[in-house]
């Protein structure tokens, strides 16, 4: 059984998060979504967590589940016994993937990166931009799971409250 790791922030997930972990999902037996623990996010883990998980059980993914990752993600890997990472790739992603995929090899040479192109449609959509967008008071419906964008909007008010 392959087991794959599909880390990140993601915060907020967006559709083209999704369409990355469903195609995963057609390939690896089991793909765990590892959700980073980070200070600077403007959603809480647990907050990420559960917008990842219901965009997941909204989808009718049976062999993905969502856990928090702190600390080194290939240590994670070990830990939920993934052989593979995948991650998405946007053109301007190549560089900081590269070098992520060689100190990760380096760290755990039995874990395998795999990389998927993002669809077309996704080419320009980053949870960064969503941020941006969301901040000035944008509707991102077309870009994020049912519910970020209320949740996001909600955020974004409070913070300028």
């Known amino acids: 059984m392959t087991v794959a790791l599909y880390p990140g922030r993601f915060d907020p997930v967006t559709n083209g998060h999704l369409d990355i972990v469903q195609r995963a999902a057609r390939i690896f037996e089991t793909v765990v979504v590892g959700v980073a623990v980070s200070r600077s996010a403007i959603f809480t883990t ?10 997941v059980t909204d989808l009718g993914l049976q062999n993905v589940r969502v856990t928090a990752i702190e600390g080194l993600t290939v240590d994670v890997a070990k830990k939920e016994g993934a052989s593979v990472m995948v991650r998405g790739l946007r053109v301007a992603d190549f560089t900081y993937e590269f070098d992520m995929a060689l100190m990760n090899r380096n760290m755990a040479p039995e874990i395998e990166s795999v990389y998927m192109m993002t669809a077309l449609e996704h080419l320009f959509v980053s949870a960064t931009r969503i941020r941006e967008l969301a901040s000035f008071g944008r509707d991102v419906s077309e870009f994020v799971p ?4 209320e949740a996001i909007q909600k955020k974004m008010a409070a913070r300028s409250s």
């Open 46 to 55: 647990d907050e990420r967590m559960e917008m990842f998980s219901k965009a």
């Open 146 to 149: 049912a519910g970020v964008n």
